[in-house]
């Protein structure tokens, strides 16, 4: 494929981004949108290949999808109703539940500061 047929795919990939992310918003979704196009027209990194380039736009896209849920006050409570979808990119936490294996948790530190940190 045609290095400008990537550029295109990428650049339809990350409209598709803005509308999944910032679909109930149409403020943040025309912004979005705007700024896309204007990285297109003038690339925030000029010294990145083409390649380099199309690559990060793919690697936005993919932000936009999985990372970024957006969020709307309801009512006069501070409740806020979360816009999750499926393409969102949903963690397990697994990684918190287990011990640190830092110096600190392992009676050391700095001159032995942290050991009784973790008793």
């Known amino acids: 494929m045609s290095l400008r047929q990537n550029a295109l795919n990428a650049y ?26 204007e990285g297109m027209e003038n ?8 390649e380099q380039q199309i ?12 990372n970024l849920v ?7 409570d501070e409740k806020y109703h ?3 979808h499926k393409e969102t990119e949903l963690g397990d936490n697994e990684s918190i539940k287990q011990t640190k294996k830092t110096l ?6 700095c001159c032995g500061g ?3 940190l973790y008793k």
């Open 82 to 84: 979360l816009n999750i």
């Open 114 to 116: 942290g050991k009784d």
């Open 43 to 50: 690339p925030p990194n000029p010294e990145l290949s083409k």
């Open 70 to 76: 957006q969020g709307r006050k309801e009512g006069t």
């Open 12 to 37: 339809r990939n990350g409209l598709r981004a803005t509308r999944i992310a910032f679909g109930g918003d149409t403020r943040m979704l025309l912004a979005s949108r705007a700024k896309m196009r």
């Open 55 to 66: 690559k990060h736009l793919e690697d936005v896209a993919t932000f936009l999808k999985r």
């Open 104 to 109: 600190v948790s392992q009676g050391g530190g």
